[in-house]
């Protein structure tokens, strides 16, 4: 299983990173600390979080590779996930797209660096 940004999302979310940072891929279920409580959504909503380097992640048990550096994920989430993903950025929506060999996964995911105290406001999916 792999992710490959494009252009545009590297250079959305590259600027953010650093070696004191790790990047999840939050399937937003409500269950952990990094996501956002699903009780309204009824369609398959992901997000990019980043975290601090020491930052807790009992949640996330296994691990994506991807051209921006491995992404931790929960594990069961894998079942809505495709071997070969793209993570786009649409620049009129100023939201990152998921798209796996079956189509898309989630056209509005969120970004949220954790390690801002002001990201979950700045996060523009929802």
Known sequence: MNIKFDEDAIQKIQPML????????????????????????????????IVAKDA???E??????????????????????DNNMVISFNKNMNTLQLHGDGGPIDDNMGLIDFTDPN??????AR
């Open 56 to 58: 807790p992640t009992d």
């Open 18 to 49: 650093g070696d004191d940072k790790k990047l999840l891929l939050t399937f937003e279920d409500g269950v952990g600390q990094y996501s956002q409580h699903a009780m309204i959504h009824m369609q398959v909503q992901f997000s990019i979080n």
């Open 60 to 81: 996330y048990d296994d691990v994506i590779s991807s051209n921006l550096g491995d992404l931790l994920i929960k594990g069961y989430s894998k079942e809505d996930l």
């Open 119 to 124: 990201g979950v406001k700045k996060n523009p």
